[in-house]
């Protein structure tokens, strides 16, 4: 039987990543798992017959026995590791008591109703998730008593659907969880506070302070929150409620949240520093996008990575730092572009968005067809100098004003342009077009 990956890592931790031949550790040479007694020899696949040996050690010591003082010494911790286990266990278990118990506190308010349809009783379902949602409201400091009383408002409550119920019970917990927090502050404050507390942005401290504590060990260089952390971090969502990052849009509250997250995360207590952290995230996945069309498209050479990771970032920080929402269709417009080996910006973004990127998207359309065309007839992707040529071709039909031709017809030439690879798409226009159907339509668009 080989020797599982978990029980690797568990030898590893054990003998804390060091050779227990030599002493050396990582990353200063490689390190596996050795059998003290060599399977050829009739060892075994479990704990007290594994230790950690450096790649060096383990060559060298081959198919031989290890001498009878490692023999005890890795025994011996194996006990001891075996032992330190079952302590550990016992105090997950305690640790876990308080949350099942208060799982089942609502649990059992809430199966004592049910709901009658065509004379059929049925209980009502839980929501997917529900159980995390419970252990939000416990760390917020929601007692379990609590839920019997939230569980018959939202129950008698004829206005609420069935399949709304628990979503009903959340909005109560949480209200009740501002007054209870109101109620605190009250008592270990010597002022009088100034106004009830706003249990959205108390909804976000919360989540913020479960992801500060959530990322602590021992040798984190943060402590737990303080008061002042956390006066600090409420009042950045505050002022970002009252007062949006961006002047166009007010920040989604679902973006709000995982913002809370990230700076919890990252020890800040400024919601800002979670909100760079999470766009950070969104450009990367951007170019992500991008150098996946860019990988299933890869008919010929396209701009450099470097030079393709600029750009395309650009176009999406002009897009993003107008309207951060928007993210979906700057994801959408990546992949696009990467498909047809270009670097602009343009598919599905809105006019607004396309003058922030000063691009022109009914010349980016000719202009991917037209390369598309190309690299399928050649064989070979165009130079950026015909690329040019392209654009400039394109440019001078636009500078006709009323006179230049329908955009349709310009996609049409673009794409029998590409099969000549030929940049100029006025030699193309004509041959879309028959003499009678050329004079029964208009030059203008």
Request: charged share 25%.
């Amino acid at each position: 039987m080989a020797v599982s990956k978990r029980l690797r890592f568990e030898v590893l931790r054990r003998d804390n990543h060091t050779c227990r031949y030599c002493g050396a550790t990582s990353p200063t040479v490689p390190l596996r798992v050795d059998h003290v007694t060599p399977v050829a020899l009739g060892g075994t696949d479990t704990p007290d017959n594994l230790v950690t040996a450096c790649e060096p050690c383990n060559s060298g010591k081959s198919s031989a026995t290890a001498d009878n003082t490692v023999v005890a010494a890795v025994a011996d911790d194996a006990f001891r590791w075996a032992d330190a286990m079952k302590q550990a266990a016992e105090t997950l278990r305690a640790q876990e008591g308080p949350k099942h118990s208060y799982r089942e506190s609502f649990q059992s308010a809430w199966n004592e109703w049910k709901w009658e349809h065509r004379g059929k009783r049925s209980s009502y379902e839980l929501p997917q998730g529900w159980k995390t949602s419970l252990e939000s409201f416990r760390l917020a400091g929601l007692p379990e008593w609590v839920w019997p009383d939230i569980v018959e408002v939202a129950m008698t409550r004829q206005s609420v659907r069935p399949e709304s119920k628990f979503k009903y019970c959340c909005g109560i917990a949480w209200k009740k969880v501002g007054a209870l927090q109101e109620e605190a502050r009250r008592l270990v404050s010597p002022e009088p506070a100034s106004g009830p507390a706003d249990p959205l942005v108390e909804a976000f401290v919360t989540i913020w302070e479960h992801a500060w504590n959530d990322d602590l060990d021992e040798e984190a260089a943060a402590g737990p929150v303080s008061d002042t952390e956390r006066s600090k971090f409420r009042q950045s969502v505050e002022k970002v409620l009252k007062d949006p990052w961006y002047p166009y849009t007010t920040p989604d509250r679902d973006d709000l949240l995982i913002a809370s997250c990230r700076a919890g995360l990252i020890h800040s207590w400024d919601v800002q520093a979670g909100w760079d952290c999470l766009q950070r995230e969104r450009l990367d996945e951007v170019y992500s996008m991008w150098s996946n069309g860019y990988a299933e498209s890869c008919l010929y050479p396209g701009p450099s990575p470097d030079t393709a990771f600029t750009e395309v970032i650009e176009q999406a920080q002009a897009v993003l730092g107008r309207n951060p929402l928007r993210f979906n269709g700057v994801s959408r417009a990546a992949l696009f572009a990467g498909l047809h080996q270009s670097t602009v910006l343009h598919f599905t973004l809105r006019e607004g968005e396309l003058a922030e990127t000063q691009v022109d998207k009914r010349i980016e359309m000719a202009a991917d067809l037209w390369a598309r065309s190309f690299a399928q007839s050649a064989g070979y992707g165009p130079s950026a100098k015909q690329r040019q040529a392209l654009k400039d071709s394109l440019e001078r039909l636009r500078e006709l004003g009323e006179r230049r031709p329908r955009a349709v017809d310009v996609f049409i030439a673009a794409s029998t342009a590409g099969a000549y690879q030929d940049p100029d798409l006025t030699t193309c226009l004509p041959r879309n077009l028959s003499a009678l159907e050329a004079a029964g339509t208009p030059v203008t668009s």
